[in-house]
């Protein structure tokens, strides 16, 4: 087995239940040099092979050299990573992304290294995403983010 390592990630992927409740918890806790916005978005990915449409709100500042993602799912038309997180009774820590422009090499060493697939993929943008199935041995989602 090869030695995959990350050297770095770029976003801390967050899921609440209610963004503007925790709004001033994150607001009073990180010192955040710009004014925090909550952004309303569609969102269309593909989920375990099947294509889900979304709502969320969002929130998305830099903090300590890192972007800071903070997400409530609105409304949803079927399952998707951050709506099972929320309905399994979580909210905090979901992901870590990882800005790259080899997602492709990184996905086949994920998947022949470790046997570990995508469970969900989409795109905004210009950038493409894929979040690798790494919960259930690291405690959180993997997000490629390829641009």
């Keep these: 087995m090869n030695e995959l390592k990350i050297e770095k990630f770029d976003q801390i992927g967050i899921v609440v239940k209610d963004i503007e409740k925790a709004t001033p918890y994150f607001g009073g806790l990180l010192n955040f040099q710009s004014k925090i916005n909550i ?86 943008g210009k950038v493409n995403f894929y979040y690798l199935d790494t919960r259930k041995l690291i405690g959180f989602y993997l997000e490629l983010i390829s641009f």
Excluded: P
């Design 39 to 124: 952004v309303e978005q569609d969102s269309t990915v593909i989920y375990m092979g099947k294509e889900v449409v979304f709502k969320m709100k969002k929130i998305m500042q830099n903090f300590g050299g890192k972007q800071l993602e903070i997400v409530e799912v609105v409304e949803s038309g079927g399952d998707h990573l951050y709506l099972d997180f929320i309905k399994e009774g979580n909210e905090g820590l979901h992901h870590l992304g990882v800005y790259t422009k080899n997602a492709n090499d990184l996905l086949s060493e994920f998947k022949s290294e470790y046997n570990i697939e995508v469970i969900q993929t989409g795109k905004a």
